[in-house]
C-alpha cells in the first residue's frame, strides 16, 4: 500500500471537543469500521453524545431497531432507501446492493418489505422513518415509479405510527416537495443531507421542514449549500456525518464517523455567525425535538 493510500484508509484524527453536546441526526454504525461501543465511545469523548442510526432496507432496519435497544444514546429510523423499493420491485441483476443479485418481486415483494418497516417504525426506541424519498441520480422512468409508490408509503407509516419522517433527496427536489404535499406531511420532517439552495430552504421552512446539514457545507464548492445555511431558520436546522460518507474538509474522502461532528458544527457556527457554543445549544434541542426524544 503506498503511503498517500494509507493515509487515505487512516481515521482522522479527533477534533477538539464541544462544549455543548451535539447529536449526530443521521449515521450509518454498521457500515462503519471497529465496533458500536468503539464508535460511540470516540463521538462522546468530544462531545457528540447521541445518534441516530439509520436504516436503508429491511436487514438494516431491524439492525438499527435493535442496535438502540441495546444503546439508550442511539436512536433508530427505519425505511426502505429509495433505491432499494426499485430493487425490490424489478429486481437487481448486477447485485449493487448489500444484498447481491437478486431477481425482482414486484409490487408484491415491496408491500411485503413495508409491512416490516411498519411493524419496526412502531417500537419505542425507533424514532423516526426513513431514509426515505427520491433519488434520480441512477433512475430510470419505472424505478422512479416504484420510488414515488415508496415513498407515500412511509409517509403514510409515519403519519399512523407517529414518527419523524427522515428525506432522502437526490436530484428531486420539486418531486419530493410535490409528494409531501399531496400527501401531507407528517409533523416532524427533516431533509437529511440537506442539498438545496437557499430558494429551497425558504420553501422547507415555510413548511415547518428540518434541515440537516452534513459534512458537504464544508465543502470549497458547496456556496449554495451555505447560502442556504444561512437562510435557514435557526430552530430548523440540524446537523449529521451520513457516516461513513461525506466527511467535513480537510478529510474530505476518509472514512466519517460521529466523532468528526464538531468540524460541521464549527463551518455552521461560522456561516451563522454565531459562536459554536450558541450553534451547538440549538442543534442539540432541534434534534431532540425534531426526533421526540
Not at 435493535?66 to 432507501?81: F, I, P, Q
Not at 442539498?195 to 458547496?222: H, I, P, Q, W
Request: with cysteine; glycine share 8%; net charge negative.
Amino acid at each position: 500500500m503506498s503511503p498517500s493510500s494509507a493515509s487515505k484508509d487512516a481515521p482522522p484524527p479527533l477534533p477538539e471537543p464541544l462544549r455543548v453536546a451535539v447529536a449526530d441526526s443521521h449515521t450509518h454504525l454498521d457500515m462503519q469500521s471497529g465496533t458500536v461501543e468503539e464508535g460511540l465511545a470516540k463521538a462522546a469523548s468530544v462531545g457528540v453524545t447521541t445518534v441516530v442510526q439509520v436504516g436503508c432496507d429491511v436487514k438494516g432496519s431491524r439492525w438499527a431497531a435493535e442496535t438502540a435497544a441495546r444503546y439508550d444514546n442511539v436512536h433508530a429510523a427505519v425505511a426502505l432507501h429509495p433505491n432499494e423499493a426499485p430493487r425490490i420491485v424489478l429486481g437487481d441483476p448486477d447485485g449493487w446492493s448489500r444484498q447481491g443479485a437478486r431477481p425482482g418481486g414486484g409490487d408484491a415483494a415491496l408491500d411485503e418489505a413495508l409491512a416490516e418497516i411498519e411493524a419496526l417504525a412502531a417500537l419505542d426506541h425507533v424514532k423516526a422513518v426513513g431514509e426515505t424519498g427520491l433519488d434520480y441520480f441512477r433512475t430510470g422512468p419505472e424505478g422512479m415509479a416504484a420510488q414515488e409508490r415508496s415513498f407515500r408509503a412511509h409517509i403514510e407509516i409515519a403519519k399512523r405510527q407517529g414518527k419523524a419522517l427522515v428525506i432522502h433527496d437526490r436530484d428531486a427536489h420539486a418531486d419530493v416537495l410535490r409528494v409531501l404535499r399531496e400527501e401531507g406531511a407528517p409533523e416532524r420532517t427533516v431533509f437529511h443531507c440537506y442539498s438545496g439552495d437557499a430558494d429551497l430552504a425558504r420553501e422547507c421552512a415555510a413548511a415547518g421542514y428540518y434541515m440537516s446539514f452534513a459534512g458537504t457545507v464544508t465543502f470549497k464548492n458547496a456556496a449554495p449549500l451555505r447560502e442556504a445555511l444561512a437562510v435557514a431558520p435557526l430552530e430548523l436546522v440540524l446537523v449529521e456525518t451520513d457516516a461513513p460518507y461525506l466527511t467535513p474538509a480537510p478529510y474530505r474522502g476518509r472514512p466519517n464517523a460521529p466523532y468528526l461532528i464538531p468540524l460541521t458544527v464549527r463551518a455552521m457556527a461560522a456561516v451563522r455567525g454565531i459562536d459554536e457554543d450558541a450553534m451547538a445549544t440549538a442543534l442539540a434541542a432541534n434534534t431532540a425535538r425534531a426526533f421526540d426524544y
